[in-house]
């Protein structure tokens, strides 16, 4: 891919199945990576995995405060001299009930990681983008923020408030050459899915994945290094006129 050598991408959610992809697809590449997320042992886990110490800062944060996202922000441009693309794709499922029975404190919680903290991620970062002359913002959404889905509001209603930050600030931003873009993943094989397998369907999740699957017309999951590959492209020279876009990933499913 054109112009990601010597870059450096912050990817928040940076110990999870999607963020570690992605930085393998960009370590490749010539990047320099910052991995963010709350867990220490797994970011340190994700570093010793990926090698290449020289070129790969941990960062112990929690998205949805603006403490922490400052300092991520602030690290990222002591360590490697400022930040060129921001994966902002640090998420919760939150649990599967319907709304009526959905508990408030559950449905704050999932707002408040997957809607503030990718705010705050992009509100922080953009000072930093403008000063290395623009760069990419890329927002992991969801096929569940084109569409409905029963009985997982939190998530659903969360995956769509990240398309319209997404589209507010492509336009805000289009003037310093920042482009943002969301990518929304149908069904990945990963911890979250498994989650909501048995959320589900308690007790039988090799079932409710079977039934997931039929309803992609691929008929699988992706694969994390798949989707690591469109963030890869949205990061890159090669996306240069692309922004304000949702972009799903999804073997068919929302056509």
Known sequence: MKGLNKKTIVITGGSGSIGKSTAVK??????????????????EKAKKELGEENRVLIVKADVSSAKDTKNFVQKAK??????????????????????VEYDDDTFDKVMEVNVKGVYLSIKHAIPVLKEAGGGS????????GLQG??????????????????????????????????????PVDNRMMRSLEEGFAPGKAAEAKKSFEQTIP???YAKPEEV???????????????????????GGLTA
């Open 149 to 186: 889905t029963p009985n997982t509001v939190a998530y659903v209603t969360s995956k769509h408030a990240l398309v319209g930050l997404m589209r507010t600030a492509s336009k805000e931003l289009a003037k310093d050459n920042i482009r943002v873009n969301t990518i929304n993943p149908s």
């Open 218 to 220: 691929m008929g699988r």
């Open 228 to 250: 690591a590959d469109l963030v890869l492209f949205l990061g890159s020279d090669e996306s240069k006129f692309i922004t304000g876009t949702t972009n799903p990933i999804d």
């Open 137 to 144: 913002i890329i927002i992991s959404s969801s096929v569940a």
């Open 26 to 43: 960009f370590l490749k590449e010539g990047a320099n990576i910052v991995l963010v997320d709350l867990n220490q042992e797994a970011l």
């Open 78 to 99: 002591e360590t490697f001299g400022g930040i060129d693309i921001l994966f902002a794709n640090a998420g919760i499922e939150g649990t599967v009930k319907p709304i």
